[in-house]
């Protein structure tokens, strides 16, 4: 259970799980106590999480595509209550990809996609670190407080409520993001996916390993728990409301996340460098 003053949530963004979603319902409930966490190295740590704990003192929920569970954070205080989302791993692989060349506008060809192995069982590494199932669902025994899947995202909401003690988290509107822009291309990767049934399998085979050990074991056991206990007995017997967040209180939270945040975190610092060494190099005459 979630307490007021020790306790963070932490959410391992998995792309193409949900994950925007997920996000979206977080900044709704906390409003400006919930932070979209960056790291210039890729990796957030204890030393991140203190910078950031240090300038944003009332900070309640933290989530990003940089924060792994099998990074020590124990030197750190308050604890973080970690959570993520899996989904179908061939789907969210597909997924993956055609967000990229429709989000990026990256020429890739399918094959050349599936053949990449820095793609290969993303789910497995955002968990532990690499493209290692056994230890995955080891972090996730040992390290996490709970992890949903896609395929029953209302029911996973609702035990995050109960298990993090939110009440009104799961009753709020789930935002449709992030989502395809069109089926055309989505229909030309579903005639093609069958051409690379095997490539596609051996892809994910660590995540399929995970994703079943979810869906089949981990999220019954712990539904089951909840109904057996009943933990969240006092609000389940009346409707429950979230929070009242104003509109100024969303507003004042857009502006910190990109604003003063990306400041403080080095992200606008990163994009413009980017940036600048993208224009120079196009003026930059070539050597004879």
């Known amino acids: 259970m979630i307490t007021e003053y020790h306790s963070i949530l932490a959410f391992c963004h998995i792309t193409k799980n949900a994950g925007t979603s997920v996000v979206k319902l977080l900044r709704e409930y906390f409003g400006t106590s919930h932070l979209d966490v960056y790291s210039k190295s890729r990796i957030y740590d204890s030393e991140c999480l203190r910078r950031d704990l240090k300038h944003f ?43 990229v060349v429709e989000k990026t506008n990256i020429d890739i060809s399918l094959e050349q996609w599936v053949n990449r192995e820095d793609y290969w069982n993303k789910q497995t590494k955002m968990i532990c670190g690499e493209g290692n199932a056994e230890k995955a669902i080891q972090i996730i025994r040992d390290r996490m407080a709970f992890v949903g899947t896609v395929e029953r995202f209302q029911e996973s909401l609702q035990c995050i409520e109960k298990l993090a003690g939110i009440p009104g988290f799961s009753n709020q509107k789930s935002p449709q993001a992030n989502r395809a822009r069109s089926n055309e291309l989505q229909n030309k990767i579903a005639c093609k996916s069958e051409q690379y049934h095997a490539v596609l399998a051996q892809a994910n085979t660590e995540d399929e390993k995970l994703y079943r050990f979810v869906a089949d074991v981990y999220l019954p056991e712990m539904l089951d728990m909840i109904e057996d206990n009943d933990l969240n007995k006092a609000h389940s017997s009346g409707s429950m409301e979230k929070p009242h967040r104003p509109e100024s209180s969303l507003m004042i939270g857009f502006l910190q996340r990109n604003l003063r945040y990306r400041f403080i975190s080095g992200y606008w610092k990163e994009k413009f460098w980017k940036r600048f060494k993208t224009i120079f190099s196009k003026f930059q005459r070539p050597s004879i």
């Open 57 to 99: 003192p009332k900070t309640r929920s933290i989530a990003g595509h940089h924060l792994n569970p099998s990074i020590d954070f124990e030197s750190s205080s308050p604890d973080l209550w970690w959570f993520a989302f899996l989904r179908n791993p061939v789907k969210r692989f597909l997924s993956h990809y055609q967000h």
